[in-house]
């Protein structure tokens, strides 16, 4: 079926709204965001009807909502509860060196617990421990970079795209190849933020600001650490959604994933089934076994997660046309260099869902026929190809708000406890200053 | 007696005993629980004190000690003892002042120009108002001798490497080989970098982190020492030497002056070579080093250029009136004695 462009204009017009919404109408925008979205998302149905069909419309509608969106806001709403409910004391206070070690550490975890699990987990000690200085919204900036995207690049644990590669034959620790591109992009970009941050650690202090470490010695103190179990309870699920389809048990008589039959062409699958309960159970039992003081400790409020759900349910829909254009036109690119499938999966990524991008190039790559590679469901693909196109989907979500699940949500935390973000195209500069320089270094070194 | 005789051991241990016997005393009469300014063995105390006045390097460390001293004694009730203890600090502040290569022995009048001068003066203050007097100073302009005697001539305290002893002693890093930018004489600040690199272990290092809230010991120790100046000033009148001062009170809205003490390079190095008698290449090169490394912290710190006249309030060459004369140039420029006067009305 051809897939007309003009039906990825409610997606064009959504994102111009978020990126502009806050800039020239922030009044209008903060009241009314929900309604846009909506309406965007409504428009973006209502175009695809004479195209597709009702029918066929509905069911898009139907497999978003349910197979996509509800698995991608159940995680997010997961983690965001467990680490909502774990408080770090102490009085460490923000400084260039504090900051390039948390931002390790963050880059580091990614890989353990995900992306969205680490930033959710680091996002708050990061705040808390630089609440005394005034700038930093680059803070949170290279956070994103760091800890929301590059740092996933290591396991399946790390980022969907990924997840879904192993679940096509990739071996798990193969993914551990990306490690020399994250660790020349996390030095690279540790050696860019430190300057910055020492430039406005600099202008605080010489404007009078100062932490508090009239105590003598610091105490580190983890509260709610018990909460970690639910985080790995719910990293658990989230892989278990992945594996459990290969599973004979979770199968039907065709071999497609068991589930629930809404419509006629969709249905919601026992695992994603499970993955949901899962998490939904991780969250009740960590407010349930939790002190609601932590909550209070960490200014816990639902506002970020609302907002986030409303702007990507928007997105999740209205993105559809494109990732059927992607899905349509993808594997005619002819991509065949390394270089090629980088920048065409990083910048695909960058505004679309990275998981179908990472597909559609790794399907492509598996139907070149390469006689050696690494051998996947989808065919062989070199291992360079690969390297590529893993790479270009996890790094490059960083480049835009919502090119990944976190970004958003660090920049609303981040907002709700005083930190002054950037806009969409504010935070666009710093990544084109910032990321793409080391992309580009990525392409010279690892990517010809 | 002649100076050959006057000036002999004797003579420094009897001093260094009235100095210690004052510290008994002020502590005694204040009737205090939270320590001296010297330990419990007078012998050892006033031995290494008296040495300490007989090597110029110590004489810093002599002034330091007197100040705290001064700094306690002025805390008693008006009365025999207030009256008794001071009269005694200021004779002992007068023999030390009288040492050959003590406390205000080299001065750096030029006399010539110390003649062109006169001193315009404008009410600065108003009574009961507290007195903060923040110097900066290019090394060797005899800047800390003129801060110590124009804290003595207001009967306020001083402090200069005693804020950051008490610093050390908040982060308890005396082991930690943080020095003192700024503290002791110019030949020790010269000689001593931010930090004294040591080796150390991951255990030290992980203590450290703790001990220094992650941050750079140099700038826990300006940030502590920032909460210190300020803390400071809502309860007292005081003279601060350096530690960026000027700007920490600023940013903190705390009303102040702030001065800057400098001289020709020529009479600095002059002033230095006597002082700690070294050649002229090594004091002019101390000069330079002292000087570069105060600016750098200033700039770090403030952002601002260390020396520069628009960043004060009164900046002047102390090489035009001496010590004494700018004593007397700061107290009558800004009409200092009348919150003297205020202040003696007050008690």
Known sequence: MNVPVWLCIPFAGL?????????????WWEKNEPKAVIAWACAALALCVPVLGAKQTAELAAETLLNDYVSFIVLLFGLYCVAGNITFEGDLAGSPRVNIVLLTMGTLLSSVIGTTGSSMLMIRPVIKMNSWRRHKGHIMIFFIFLVSNLGGCLTPLGDPPLLMGFMRGVPFFWSLHLFAPMLLNMIVLSAVFYPIDLHYYRRDVMRGRRPDISAPGTELKVGGAHNLIFIVMIV??????????????????TGAAAG????????????????????????????????PENRRKNHFTWASIREVAVLFIGIFITMQPALMLLREYGGKMALTKPWEMFWATGALSSFLDNTPTYLVFLTAAGALGEPAGVSTSLGLVPVRLLEAVSAGAVFMGANTYIGNAPNFMVKSISEENGVSMPSFFGYMKWSLGCLVPVFLLDMLVFFR | MSEQKKYDKQYFLDLAARIYDLDVDVYETLGSSLGRVFGADRDRCVAELASLMRDVKGESEVRNSLALIGNMARTLPDGDDHFRLLTEYNAVLHELSQLPSGLASTDILDEKNARLNELHLENRFQPGQKLIICISRSCGAGASDIGFMLADRL???????????????RLEAEQDGVA?????????????????????????KLRQISRYHGLPARDAVFFSQSGLICDMAKRQDFVVMGRCADVVLANARVPHIS???????????????????IDEKKARAMIHRVDRVHAAYYRFYTGRKWGAAENYDLCFNSANYGIQGSIDFIMNTLRLDRFREAKRSAE
């Open chain 1, 236 to 253: 658990s699920a989230a892989i278990a959604s992945g594996v459990l389809p290969n599973l004979s048990a979770f199968q039907d008589e």
């Open chain 1, 15 to 27: 994102l111009a709204c978020v990126a502009l919404g806050p800039v020239l109408f922030s009044e």
């Open chain 1, 260 to 291: 629930i039959r809404v419509m006629e062409n969709v249905k919601l699958t026992y695992p994603a089934l499970i993955e949901i309960a899962v998490i939904l159970a991780a969250a009740w039992l960590s407010f349930a076994t939790t002190n």
């Open chain 2, 155 to 169: 009967k306020v305290d001083y402090y200069d490497a005693e804020i950051f002893a008490a610093v050390i002693r």
């Open chain 2, 180 to 204: 003192d930018l700024f503290g002791g004489s110019a030949k020790q600040a010269g000689s001593i970098f931010e930090r004294v690199r040591q080796r150390t272990t991951l255990r030290e």
């Open chain 2, 259 to 277: 001065i800057f003490i400098t001289a020709p390079e020529d009479l600095r190095t002059r002033r230095v070579m006597a002082v700690n008698h």
